[in-house]
């Protein structure tokens, strides 16, 4: 009997390691569901079918989405890096594309925490992840954007150990991304606003493919600005 313990007992540790590998790179799961979503069970996508729109705003089959977790800089935002201004909005947005662009599995997007998002509730919040990949803990991991205070304690500690190495955005002077929406800008920042507005209540990000077939004079500085202006990104063509 005590050698039948035994076994079992061998044969569960490795299991118990599996189990938790997985709950540390895998996705939060928030239970709670965000009503918008046009599949309360999420989404799929190739990684080259997902649109990025910023650095934490995603497009899947025509649905806008928040990512859940971080807060990156705006796309129009520099940062300051040995003493040169640097696009570090821009930048935060190419690296999330590029996390899609090369995904080697499927992108799934679950509902995520809304209470919790810090985010406004026009779009959907979701947790994204490419394969065992959180992109939300991967973008924070590697300096390019900045975790919600109370969203998950692994991400503010993934934050911390980027901020001790000084990666990305932790290796120069930044404003926050919400006092950047504020107004406020590095002394010297050249202030530059990346979205516009079609004068149809709907507005583009400079990285989607239709922007270049758009001239509006109405320049918006954020997503979160266009949200304030009533006006919805634009739908693709059916």
């Known amino acids: ?9 061998l044969l569960a540790i490795p299991a118990l390691i599996a189990i938790g590998l997985h709950w540390h790179s895998a996705p939060v799961h928030a239970a709670d569901n965000a009503p918008q979503l046009a599949d309360p069970a999420g989404l799929e996508a190739r990684g080259r079918d997902v649109q990025v729109i910023d650095g934490d705003t995603i497009m899947i089959a025509g649905q806008v989405l928040d990512i859940a977790g ?3 800089p705006e796309l129009g935002q520099q940062c300051l890096h040995n003493g040169s201004f640097w696009d570090c909005g821009m930048s935060s947005a190419m690296q999330l594309r590029k996390y899609f662009a090369m995904a080697p599995f499927d992108v799934h ?6 209470e919790r998002a810090g985010k406004a509730g026009d779009f959907p919040i979701v947790e994204c992840g490419i394969g ?11 300096g390019e954007a900045l975790p919600i ?5 692994r991400y503010d500690r993934l934050s911390r150990d980027a901020d001790n190495a000084g990666i990305g955005i932790h290796g120069g002077d930044m404003i926050t991304p919400s006092d950047w929406r504020a107004g406020k800008r590095l002394e010297g920042e050249t202030g530059r606003c990346l979205f516009i507005a079609d004068g149809k209540g709907n507005y583009l990000s400079t990285l989607d493919p239709r922007f270049a ?9 954020s997503d979160e600005e266009a949200r304030d202006m009533n006006l919805n990104y634009l739908p693709p063509s059916p």
Not at 132 to 142: C, G, H, L, Y
Request: glycine share 4%; proline share 2%.
């Open 1 to 9: 009997m005590k050698r039948v313990i035994r076994l079992i007992v």
């Open 132 to 142: 065992e990949r959180d992109v939300a803990a991967a973008m924070i991991s590697d």
């Open 70 to 72: 971080m807060d990156a």
């Open 213 to 221: 077939d758009f001239a509006s004079d109405t320049k918006i500085c």
């Open 109 to 114: 997007c679950w509902p995520g925490d809304q």
């Open 149 to 153: 205070a109370g969203y998950s304690h």
